[in-house]
């Protein structure tokens, strides 16, 4: 049964890639899904060449994948990267349908500075409403220490961390041939210096000792109040020039922070088709060196490129 679902997948991802080819976007996959589960309603109808289009290469894998539901669940909630090629059905089949007021009226993405934990409460801390905080990270050590050649030293020079990151963390390969942080810390050195293919990886922090290491040049955002949980397992997201993630939508427990420790990086953010009527279709921005974008990426669709310049290393954290 589990190759059948294999084969299902990478049929539906070679089909889905030849309608992109041919012009259906993203979102039409998506709404298309959703129209068809009676989860929304068309908001217009598409042409019909569109619609066409889009029932002769998309409609059959639909069905058929959405009777595999419960199997795809299985093999999938923990070896991908929650990307929109693998897990729409169960994402757009499970999740609750999200309050809009979290993208109403939003035009883009506010960038603050001075933010008390009150006023982050208030305005953004459970609203689903996304901020980029550009002031919390000036006491950080972590933005000159962070680095390829760092992490690779941390991780190899310790006896546990690189096994527990394989049997307990998650790695997310995204467009790169590597299955493990082990392979990306075995590259060769013109490639960790982008100077032969390129790369993005990501992957989430389990070794104690290294947890501990790391969180000394970083703490919490000023901005989270103090009686707000830190979660245990920490995110690192790091890579050259180019698409980073793919767009998805994340399933975690909570909203969380991403700080640019090196490099730019670009967030594209959509809301999800329900409320594509009362928010805009994509904001875009761009983070900046020492900043932290604040998104509950449990309700917003989100994808990312890395700008030209440094190496772009992020780190993150969840927060109650």
């Not at 298309?32 to 309603?41: D, P, R, S, T, V």
């Not at 569109?50 to 795809?72: D, E, H, M, S």
Request: hydrophobic residues 35%; glycine residues 4%.
């Amino acid at each position: 049964m589990e190759d059948k679902v294999n084969e299902l997948a990478e049929k539906f991802k070679d089909l889905k890639a030849v309608a992109l080819q041919k012009g259906c976007k993203e979102e039409d996959v998506i709404r298309l899904f959703l129209k068809e589960a009676g989860k929304i309603k068309a908001k217009k109808e598409p042409s019909f060449r569109r619609f066409k289009l889009l029932a002769v290469v998309l409609i059959i894998p639909l069905f058929l994948a959405t009777i595999g539901y419960y199997f795809l669940y299985d093999i999938f909630d923990e070896t991908s990267p929650c990307s929109i090629d693998n897990s729409i059905f169960v994402l757009e089949a499970a999740r609750p349908i999200a309050n809009c007021q979290m993208c109403k009226g939003l035009k883009e993405v506010p960038k603050v500075s001075g933010l008390t934990p009150e006023q982050f409460v208030e305005k953004f801390a459970y609203s689903s409403r996304p901020l980029v905080v550009t002031d919390a990270t000036q006491s950080w050590t972590a933005m000159q220490q962070f680095s390829y050649e760092y992490f690779r030293k941390l991780y190899t020079d310790s006896e546990t961390a690189l096994n527990s990151t394989e049997e307990e963390c998650q790695f997310f390969p995204y467009r790169t041939e590597f299955h493990s942080l082990r392979q990306v810390f075995k590259m060769s050195k013109a490639r960790a210096e982008f100077k032969a293919e390129p790369w993005y990886i990501g992957w989430s922090n389990c070794d104690s000792e290294v947890r501990a290491e790391l969180r000394r040049h970083y703490s919490k955002p000023y901005f989270i109040p103090s009686d707000s949980e830190h979660s245990e397992t920490d995110w690192i997201f790091m890579g050259g020039v180019g698409p980073g993630a793919n767009i998805h939508m994340d399933n975690v427990e909570r909203p969380s922070w991403q700080a640019q420790l090196s490099g730019r990086k670009t967030w594209s953010i959509y809301p999800p088709p329900e409320c594509e009527s009362v928010c805009e279709p994509m904001l875009n921005v761009t983070i900046e060196k020492g900043e932290i974008v604040v998104i509950d990426t449990n309700n917003w669709y989100h994808a990312t490129t890395v700008e030209p310049g440094e190496i772009s290393i992020t780190i993150g954290s969840e927060y109650d």
